[in-house]
C-alpha cells in the first residue's frame, strides 16, 4: 500500500490557496517527499501525516520554488524529535545547494546524507523500502524527473511449504525474506515463495519540455504526476521559451505510457482556474485530475 499526497501544486510563486509543488509518498511508516517549495511544512500540517518519519527528500531541480522550503522543513523535522539520518536526493550540485540552504539551519539532532544523482538515464537508489529511478528532463538548469517503485514480493505457496515439510513457525519468517537454520537444515524464501508480482509505481515530472522517452519512463504508471503550467493550448510557444509543458503535452504523455490516472500541478500563478481547461488534457487522456493541494490516494497492490 502506498499513500500519495500532492502537498502543493503552484508554481514560481505561492498564492493564498495554492502552496508550491511538493509531493509526499508513505509507505510503512515511512515518509519521502519530492520537492519542498516555499510553504511545505504549512500544508504538510494542514494534511496532518507529521514530520518525524520523513527519511528522504528528492528534488526536482534548484530553483527556488522547488527548494526554497528546505530549512524551514528539516528545522520542524528536528523539533518533531527526530534522531536518524535523513537523505537527500538530487541533481549534481545539491551538496553545495544544501550546505548553503543549511547556514540558517545550522544545529539539527540528525545527520544529513546527501546523493547527488547524474543528468542522465539509467540511475536508481533505494529509499524508504522503495526503487527510486531518476531521468533527465530538459529544463533551463539540471533537471530530472523520478519514479518510484514499491516491489511486491511473490505469493506465499502454501503446498510446496508443506510438501517441503517446513516447520509452520518458520512460514511468516521465510516470507519476510529471513533465512534459517534449524537443526542441520537451511530454509530459504525462495522455497517457499513464488516470482515477484507487479507492485505499485508513481512517477512525477515538472519544469521540462518532454523529453525523448519520458513515455518508457513512466509507462504503466498506476499515477503520472506532471506539471502542466499553462492550460490554454495557445500558451504552448510560452511554455516552449520557457521549457515547461501544457496541459495537452503532459495528457499526450500519458496516453503514450499507458499510465492509469494523471494529475496535473505546477500551475503558473495566471492560471487561477486551472479546471476551466480540464478538456484540454482529459480529450487526450480521460483519466485527468486537476491537482490540488494536498489531494490525496492510497495506492493498493492488485489482487
Not at 33 to 43: F, H, K, N, R
Not at 151 to 174: M, T
Not at 233 to 259: Q, T
Request: aromatic fraction near 8%.
Amino acid at each position: 500500500m502506498l499513500d500519495v499526497a500532492l502537498l502543493g501544486c503552484g508554481g514560481m510563486m505561492p498564492l493564498p490557496n495554492r502552496y508550491l509543488t511538493s509531493l509526499c509518498l508513505r509507505t510503512n511508516g515511512s515518509m519521502m517527499l519530492i520537492d519542498t517549495g516555499e510553504g511545505t511544512q504549512v500544508t504538510m500540517k494542514l494534511l496532518g501525516w507529521g514530520f518525524k518519519n520523513i527519511d528522504a527528500i528528492c528534488f526536482t531541480h534548484f530553483h527556488a520554488d522547488h527548494i526554497s522550503g528546505l530549512p524551514g522543513l528539516l528545522l520542524t523535522i528536528g523539533n518533531s524529535c527526530r534522531s536518524e539520518p535523513l537523505t537527500l536526493v538530487g541533481p549534481p550540485g545539491l551538496g553545495r545547494v544544501a550546505q548553503s540552504l543549511l547556514v540558517i539551519a545550522p544545529e539539527l539532532p540528525f545527520d544529513i546524507n546527501v546523493i547527488e544523482m547524474e543528468h542522465k538515464k539509467g540511475q536508481t537508489v533505494e529509499l524508504c523500502g522503495m526503487q527510486l529511478s531518476a531521468y533527465p528532463m530538459v529544463h533551463r538548469i539540471k533537471c530530472l524527473g523520478y519514479s518510484v517503485y514499491l516491489a511486491r514480493a511473490g505469493k506465499f505457496d502454501l503446498e510446496r511449504a508443506k510438501a517441503l515439510d517446513i516447520p509452520v513457525n518458520f512460514w511468516n519468517r521465510l516470507q519476510k525474506g529471513e533465512i534459517i537454520e534449524h537443526e542441520g537444515r537451511v530454509y530459504t524464501p525462495d522455497m517457499v515463495m513464488g516470482g515477484a508480482r507487479r507492485g505499485i509505481k508513481v512517477s512525477y515530472c515538472t519544469d521540462s519540455r518532454p523529453p525523448n522517452g519520458l513515455d518508457d519512463f513512466v509507462r504503466d504508471s498506476d499515477l503520472f504526476v506532471c506539471e502542466g503550467i499553462y492550460g490554454e493550448n495557445d500558451k504552448l510557444d510560452k511554455a516552449v521559451e520557457h521549457r515547461h509543458m501544457i496541459f495537452r503535452e503532459a495528457a499526450e504523455i500519458a496516453s503514450s505510457a499507458n499510465v492509469r490516472e494523471l494529475w496535473l500541478t505546477h500551475f503558473s500563478p495566471a492560471l487561477t482556474q486551472p479546471e476551466a481547461f480540464r478538456a484540454n488534457a482529459a480529450d487526450i487522456f480521460p483519466n485527468t485530475v486537476i491537482g490540488r493541494d494536498r489531494l490525496s490516494t492510497t495506492l493498493t497492490f492488485e489482487d
